[in-house]
């Protein structure tokens, strides 16, 4: 296997900051994106299709909004199944559907080719510094032969076991994710709304049994106008509930939670929040709460009075 270079299909929010961590490592980077320019800013090489990815490299990774699009470039009549190889390893890093994820596993096992489902969780920030959480599905071996290829993207990998396990954890801890997002950023509204010291209430909360990573790692920045842009966006988030509750559909269990978050995250789609960070979820739900913000943008002083 050439270790010295990869491909990458998808170099938007999430994979163009893996690939600058993989290029930063020493590993040339081929990449594919409808559109080039992000290729190019990322520092990688610039495919002409997916088939030119495809043929440059041993390893090949991608990253894309959903199974969709991940079943499109990999069935497409031009796609990575038709031109893959025996011994090459594909590793998606997408949220995707676990069936959709076992099934490609399966068609590329009949070309001699490992398909790997890895759920990566961290955010941008994470993928900026190559400290992602990776959960990992399908076959061990091949999965323990890239470990080269994760190491410049993530501090930890987790073997979660056949293929599609991966992704499915993913939709798991994405699910509660979201949940303790919309729910936090109620609570917030309430206490804006009540006169409370934002401050103090999160230090309340990340000292009292309400702590999640919401209280911990965003809202100490939301409340100073910060709403750490550049992760994922509502609509993404919306779509990963709802593969969880597909999922939950495949593995006959009763989803009961899950109608908050999509009625949280929907109303912000709704509002015009959809294609913004998942985190302005607490402004749609400050918009139908009498307008309330968590941070209040200080006034321009008149000319007036900047003269003064």
């Known amino acids: 296997m050439d270790k010295s270079r990869i491909g990458f299909i998808g170099l938007g929010n999430m994979g163009s900051r893996m690939t600058r961590r993989l290029i930063g490592a020493g590993i ?6 409808p559109v080039t320019e992000r290729v190019r800013s990322a520092g990688a090489q610039a495919a002409g299709s ?3 990815v495809v043929a440059a490299a041993d390893v090949v990774m991608l990253s894309l909004p959903d ?7 990999i069935e497409d009549a031009d796609g990575v199944l038709q031109h893959c190889r025996a011994g090459q390893t594909i590793i998606d890093l997408s949220t995707s559907a676990a069936s ?6 399966q068609r590329m096992a009949e070309r001699n080719a490992q398909y790997i489902d890895a759920g990566i969780s961290g955010g941008a920030a994470a993928a900026e510094k190559g400290s992602l959480t990776l959960m990992v599905g399908g076959n061990y071996a091949a999965i323990e032969a890239v470990r080269w290829a994760f190491a410049p993207i993530s501090a930890k990998v987790i073997y979660m076991g056949a293929s599609g396990s991966g992704h499915t954890t993913k939709l798991l801890n994405n699910f509660l994710n979201a949940v ?9 509204v309430a206490g804006r709304k009540a006169g409370l010291d934002l401050h103090r209430l999160l230090e309340v909360l990340n000292s009292s049994s309400g702590v999640n990573f919401a209280t911990l790692n ?9 709403y750490l842009e550049g992760g994922l966006t509502g609509k993404l988030m919306t779509k990963d509930v709802v593969l969880y ?8 269990i009763v989803s009961l ?7 949280s995250f929907g109303l912000g789609t709704a509002l015009g929040y959809g294609d913004q960070i998942s985190n302005r979820v607490v402004d749609a739900i400050g918009d139908v709460s009498g307008g309330v913000r968590l941070f209040d943008a200080p006034t321009q002083p008149s000319k007036q009075e900047s003269h003064r």
């Open 28 to 33: 040339a980077v081929v990449g594919f994106d």
């Open 50 to 52: 997916v088939r030119e």
């Open 67 to 73: 199974s969709r699009v991940v079943e499109s470039v």
């Open 100 to 105: 959709s994820t076992v099934r490609l596993s």
């Open 180 to 188: 303790s997002l919309a729910a936090t950023a109620e609570v917030m």
């Open 218 to 226: 965003r809202f100490p920045k939301i409340i100073e106008g910060d």
């Open 245 to 252: 509750v597909e999922r939950l559909h495949e593995l006959g």
């Open 257 to 263: 939670n899950a109608a908050g978050a999509l009625a």
